[in-house]
Structures are given as structure tokens and as C-alpha cells.
């Protein structure tokens, strides 16, 4: 009896497992330059007005010396639905490809999942935009990541030098 009842659980829980279809969500990062952030995301909201039917959110939020990276995640629908490419998916590929098309300027890239620390920055952005605070003034409380070493050039050799 007690076998019967583990087997009805398990199935009970596989049940609700394919009740709720898993989603698929694609990152697209924005890089635009610290002094066009105010203008890239205002961009975003545009297109985004042009695409209402199309579920995304600023899900990453990170700054280095030169670049704020703005990370947008996309929610393509149920994994099912995007393999037979529904209206959902066709939807937000065309709200993806608008991104690439018309926020060019702003170095779009596809992306991984933003880390932690970035989902929090954009948590603040999002709660603190809510209450009128500017992104400007939210970036400005972002620490900001080293950016990628550059290694420095080596010094010629003593054959490697060509005479003026």
C-alpha cells in the first residue's frame, strides 16, 4: 500500500511539473557607453510600447569605467510552444531582432544569465525608478567592475628595432 502511495505522489508531482510549462527566456545585454544610459533606456521603453505584447524585464545591471551594462530578458513562452513557433515567440524574436536593429548604437549582445549581484542592481532599478528616482542617479551607487586587464606592450628587442 505504502508503494502505491509513494507512485501517486510521484506522479501527482510529475503532473504538476508539465501543469506548469518551462519557459524559455533569452538575454539580450545592452552596452551603452555611462554618458547614453539615460538614452539607451529610454530607447528600451519606446520599442518596448511599439512590442506590448511581448514580456521582457531588465533583469542584469553592471557598470565599468567606459560601459553600464543593462542586461534585458525576454521571455520567448512555454519551451513546446517556441519548438512550433507560436505567435508568443514570434512576437519576441521580432522584439529581440528590433532590439539588435534599432538599439544598435548600444553594442547589443546575446548573454548569459545575469549573476546575482547583477540581479540585485537592476531590483534597485527597478523598485527606485518606481519612486522617481532617476538611472542616473541609481548607477551611481553601483560598484564599479574592473574591467578586463589589457596587457601593456613589450618593449622591443634590441633586433627587433627598425631605424628611423
Known amino acids: 500500500m505504502e508503494r502505491n502511495a509513494t507512485q501517486a505522489e510521484a506522479f501527482n508531482a510529475q503532473a504538476i511539473n508539465q501543469a506548469e510549462p ?18 539607451c533606456l529610454a530607447a528600451l521603453a519606446t520599442l518596448a510600447a511599439e512590442h506590448d505584447e511581448v514580456s521582457f524585464a531588465v ?37 529581440v531582432s528590433a532590439i539588435f536593429t534599432s538599439l544598435y548604437d548600444h553594442m547589443p549582445v546575446y548573454t548569459a544569465e545575469p549573476s546575482g549581484a547583477e540581479r540585485a542592481a537592476a531590483a534597485v532599478l527597478i523598485e527606485q525608478a518606481a519612486g522617481g528616482v532617476t538611472a542616473a542617479d541609481v ?3 553601483l560598484p564599479t567592475a574592473p574591467a578586463s586587464p589589457v596587457p601593456s606592450p613589450r618593449m622591443p628587442g ?3 628595432r627598425i631605424p628611423a
Open 59 to 95: 533583469t542584469g545591471l553592471s557598470k565599468d569605467d567606459r560601459v553600464v551594462r543593462v542586461t534585458v530578458g525576454v521571455d520567448l513562452g512555454p519551451r513546446t510552444a517556441v519548438a512550433k513557433f507560436s505567435p508568443q515567440a514570434q512576437a519576441a524574436y521580432a522584439f
Open 158 to 160: 634590441p633586433g627587433e
Open 139 to 141: 548607477l551611481e551607487g
Open 22 to 39: 518551462e519557459t524559455v527566456v533569452v538575454h539580450v545585454q545592452l552596452r551603452p557607453r555611462r554618458g547614453a544610459t539615460r538614452k
